[in-house]
């Protein structure tokens, strides 16, 4: 099957489950999701199902509904400064690179993220920052960021990340309340919290000072 047909099949999958940015459908319409999965999935439905698949190092590309879902919920547009938190296989940093943001993302694993610069530049995608370090923390070079995705469940919002987000800023954060995992989108309101989630979610852990590893108490997504 030619890319043409795959893709107008996925984005007329998306349409249906509510996915309705014409400049969302039009980012992941161009990158070829192929280039960012293992491969032994690169040419089989998997590729473009339902499910997040293994991109090694414990870590998992998300499907193409959540990556179009939380890409949605967070409005980017040109002059937003993106921040991302789990760069992973890449795909979604080169999905929100083509909605003409300044994205800047992070990776604990460098090997994960020496792949994906890779794989990124390979495809002449020139807007994106790599770095490789804890993401828990943020990064507070470059704060703050007019949008933050965070691509891996968390206990709680990591409050470096909620200081490093801009005043009226959104962020998307899967964050696990009672064994379930939801997908929060957080806004920066008056410098308090405006949460809401959005759908079920299933992401690896986010490990680090503000993650997994510490569970340290801060402020609760109350939905």
């Known amino acids: 099957m030619n890319a043409k047909i795959i893709n107008g099949k996925i984005i007329n999958g998306l349409s249906s489950k509510g996915i309705d940015s014409s400049a969302v459908l039009g980012a992941i319409a ?63 940093a080169a ?34 920052i790599f770095i490789v370090g804890d993401g828990s923390i943020g990064y507070g070079e470059y704060a703050p960021y007019d949008r933050i995705m965070i691509t891996a469940c968390s206990p709680d919002i990591p409050a470096p990340l909620f200081a ?19 997908i929060c989108v957080i806004e920066k309101k008056n410098g308090a919290i405006v949460a809401k ?6 992401f690896v852990k986010l490990i680090g000072k503000n993650g997994y590893e510490a569970q340290k108490s801060s402020q609760r997504c109350g939905f």
């Not at 989630?197 to 299933?202: E, F, K, T």
Request: aromatic content about 4%; charged content about 15%.
């Open 30 to 92: 161009k990158i070829p999701r192929e280039s960012f999965v293992a491969p032994p999935f690169r040419h089989s439905d998997m590729c473009y199902g339902e499910s997040p698949l293994p991109i090694g190092h414990n870590q998992t590309i998300s499907s193409i509904y959540t990556v179009a879902l939380m890409t949605q919920a967070l409005s980017v547009d040109k002059s937003h400064k993106v921040l991302e938190i789990g760069t992973g296989s890449g795909y979604q």
């Open 95 to 128: 999905v929100l690179s083509l909605l003409g943001a300044s994205v800047f993302t992070v990776e604990r694993i460098r090997d994960l993220s020496m792949q994906a610069r890779t794989v990124i530049e390979s495809l002449n995608l020139h807007n994106i």
């Open 164 to 182: 490093q987000l801009a005043e009226g800023g959104i962020m998307v954060v899967p964050i696990e309340q009672n064994g379930t995992q939801s």
């Open 197 to 202: 989630n959005i759908a079920p979610a299933n």
